[in-house]
C-alpha cells in the first residue's frame, strides 16, 4: 500500500501542499500519496479518527484548526504544547501526535530574505493558531519587543501571558498602535482570504521595515499592497514559510528533510503563488 499523508482544512482546493511534498517526494526517490481533504469544523472530531483508521501516516493542519485538532491529540511535542496550536500531525498505533513546524519555517524564511529580529521592534496581527506557533521562535531571536495585536486586546492578552517568561511581548487592540513604529509587521490575521486587511493606523513601519504576512497567493495580496502603500522597504507573503514547514513535516514523517530552494524556486517561477 502507498504511504498516505494529507493536509486538512477549510478552504483546502487552494493549497500548494499537495504540489509540494509530491517534489519532495521525487527529488528523494520515494513514492506516496498526498491530498488536500477539506474538513468543515462541526466534522473535525468525526475525521480524525477516521484518517487513522485509515493508515494516514501524517496529517498537515492549516485554517481553521490549528488550535482545534491540538486538543484532540493523544500527546504533543513540547512546542506544539506551549503553543496551544498543531501544524502536523503523526500516526502512532492508538492515535494522532500534534507537532507545531511553524516557528521553524517561519524563521527559516526569515533568514533566508535577510530579515534580522534581534533588538527589533515586531508588530504581530492576529491571535489565532498561526500566530500562536511563531511566537515562541520569535522571541528566541531576541528581539528588542513584540507586540500581539487584534481588533480587541482579549485575546492578545491571553497569549501575551503564556508566552511571557520567554520575552518582552506586549498585547495591544489595532487601533491602540497609533504612534507605534515597528521593523517587521507580520499578518496572521485570516482577513486576506476576504480581500480585506484589519483597520490599522497609518505609519506602523519604521525606516527599512519588513512586512510579512503568514498566507500565500491572493490570501496575501491586500496586506502586502497596503504595506507597500505605507512605505515597507521588503514585502513577502508567507510561500517560502509553507515550504520550509512542509520540509520539518516531511522530516517527521519520513526521517528526511528535503532540500527546499529547488521547490521554492520552482513554485516561484511558475506563479504558483
Request: with cysteine; charged share 20%; proline share 5%.
Amino acid at each position: 500500500m502507498t504511504d498516505r499523508y494529507a493536509v486538512i482544512g477549510q478552504p483546502i482546493a487552494h493549497s500548494l501542499s499537495p504540489r509540494i511534498h509530491q517534489q519532495f517526494a521525487r527529488s528523494l526517490g520515494v513514492t506516496l500519496c498526498y491530498e488536500a481533504i477539506e474538513i468543515s469544523a462541526d466534522r473535525l472530531e468525526m475525521m480524525l479518527p477516521r484518517l487513522h483508521s485509515e493508515h494516514y501516516l501524517g496529517l498537515n493542519v492549516t485554517l481553521p484548526h490549528k488550535t482545534a485538532v491540538s486538543a484532540l491529540c493523544e500527546k504533543h511535542s513540547e512546542r506544539a504544547e506551549l503553543a496551544g496550536a498543531v501544524n502536523v500531525l503523526v500516526r502512532s498505533a492508538t492515535g494522532w501526535c500534534g507537532d507545531n513546524t511553524d516557528g521553524e519555517g517561519f524563521l527559516c524564511d526569515l533568514d533566508r530574505l535577510g530579515i534580522a529580529l534581534q533588538g527589533r521592534r515586531v508588530l504581530v496581527l492576529g491571535a489565532g493558531g498561526a500566530v500562536r506557533g511563531i511566537l515562541a521562535p520569535l522571541l528566541s531571536r531576541a528581539p528588542a519587543e513584540v507586540v500581539v495585536s487584534g481588533r480587541t486586546p482579549w485575546r492578545p492578552e491571553e497569549i501575551a501571558k503564556v508566552f511571557a517568561a520567554l520575552g518582552p511581548i506586549r498585547p495591544a487592540a489595532h487601533l491602540a498602535l497609533k504612534g507605534d513604529r515597528f521593523d517587521l509587521v507580520i499578518n496572521g490575521t485570516a482577513a486576506g482570504h476576504e480581500g480585506t486587511v484589519p483597520r490599522l493606523p497609518q505609519g506602523l513601519f519604521a525606516d527599512g521595515a519588513a512586512a510579512y504576512d503568514l498566507s500565500y497567493g491572493k490570501a496575501a495580496e491586500p496586506f502586502l499592497a497596503w504595506a507597500e502603500a505605507q512605505g515597507a522597504a521588503l514585502r513577502s507573503d508567507g510561500v517560502g514559510m509553507l515550504v520550509e514547514q512542509a520540509a520539518a513535516s516531511f522530516a517527521l514523517w519520513r526521517g528526511q528533510r528535503p532540500e527546499t530552494a529547488p521547490v521554492l524556486a520552482a513554485l516561484r517561477e511558475s506563479g504558483g503563488t
